[in-house]
């Protein structure tokens, strides 16, 4: 199945914020679709959703329901791919799972087209599922593997800026309900919608160090996440690495603050090339002009944008640079539907 005329897909959790960008870019990029099925949750269930010129009633997940389709793009939280992810397989259908229920597991593949795409299967007539990266790890990776294949990699350090995208649109909504409570002079802890519900602290003008719950370690599992997957996609499994992630209250868009050291004694220009001719990458990188990448110019994009590249001061071999990317689409969505291109011979789409 190597044509761009008869794909039969699946969003499952068509209705969410992920779902509906796989939805978007399938059309963007003219992806060859025959059919497709959309399922979410009982509450949408019956919901039209519109793809090119036609309405699509969402499903209801059930036996069968998976056959005959070639692929199924999973976005719907840990339980819905674990309980129906195998299924999906069963009945004959690529998984890509955008959850992280199968992503350290050993025998699933975690995939960023650009870094590790060699693991992509090449027997399309045995379905399995592939794990779709963190957003943050995905970036993160498109960044780093350029580095590591040129230069090595000692060590790694990340403070994350992470956007409300990423918890959702549920996330999107409490930060602009706080937004007005605040510019309206109410309190953040109990505005008109009620104290905070979906994170820990009021995110609105503020900066929260914590996503997910914490560890006995006293880390975050969102921290553990990239930290875990960056080693297993890079196969750089004793790679010194540390993680902090912060919530900031930006609606779309994650950044990343990046320290690393090289194996080798090189130059800035060094750097900059490298990122410059790797797939996938835009480098933004004109201090003096104010011209770095940005959160807000990020958003809507496919590329994975990186500027600040300058010499640690104190060690000739440590480096930093500034990292972001559309954790929607590239972080999610968009690396999925790579996956799917690649898995199935689909050329790019080409704008």
């Known amino acids: ?53 036609n309405n699509i009633k969402v499903e209801e997940l059930k036996p069968g329901c998976f056959k005959g389709v070639h692929c199924a793009f999973f976005s719907a939280g840990n339980p819905i791919s674990k309980e129906w992810g195998p299924v999906a397989t069963q009945e004959g259908s690529f998984v890509i799972d955008n959850s992280s229920a199968f992503r350290m597991d ?76 605040f510019l309206a002079n109410a309190s953040l802890e109990s505005g008109h919608d009620g104290p905070p519900k979906i994170f820990s602290h009021p995110v609105a003008f503020n900066n929260i160090p914590q996503i997910d719950k914490f560890d006995e370690s006293g880390f975050t599992l969102e921290e553990l996440k990239v930290i875990n997957e960056t080693r297993k996609i890079m196969k750089l499994y004793e790679l010194d690495i540390s993680v902090t992630a912060v919530r900031t209250p930006t609606m779309n868009g994650h950044s990343e603050a990046v320290w690393f050291e090289v194996d080798k004694n090189i130059e800035r220009q060094d750097l900059v090339d490298c990122l410059s001719r790797a797939t996938g990458i835009v480098v933004e990188d004109e201090p003096n002009n104010q011209v770095y990448p940005l959160a807000r110019s990020a958003s809507g994009t496919d590329p994975v944008y990186v500027g600040r ?24 969505a968009l690396n999925g539907i790579q996956i ?8 790019p789409f080409s704008y």
């Not at 005329?5 to 025959?34: C, D, M, S, W, Y």
């Not at 799917?340 to 050329?347: D, H, M, N, V």
């Open 106 to 181: 050993k025998n699933t593949s975690l995939i960023v087209p650009e870094v590790n795409g060699q693991l992509i299967p090449k027997d399309l007539s045995k379905p399995e599922l592939i794990a779709n990266p963190n957003c943050s790890t995905i970036q993160l990776v498109v960044a780093l593997a350029p580095i590591q294949k040129f230069f090595g990699l000692k060590n790694v350090t990340v403070s994350t800026y992470q956007s409300v995208s990423g918890a959702g649109r549920e996330g999107i909504e409490e930060l602009r309900l706080q937004t007005k409570d």
């Open 309 to 332: 590249i300058r010499r640690d001061l104190n060690n000739p071999k440590r480096w930093l640079m500034w990292v972001v990317s559309d954790n929607v689409r590239k972080g999610a």
């Open 340 to 347: 799917a291109e690649k898995l199935f011979g689909i050329a």
């Open 1 to 53: 199945m190597t044509t761009r005329t008869h794909l039969n897909l699946a969003v499952v959790g068509a209705t969410g914020i992920v779902g509906q960008e796989f939805i978007k870019i399938l059309q963007e990029r003219k992806f060859p679709v025959a059919n497709l099925k959309l399922f979410a949750s009982s509450n949408s269930v019956g919901e039209d959703v519109q793809f090119e010129s």
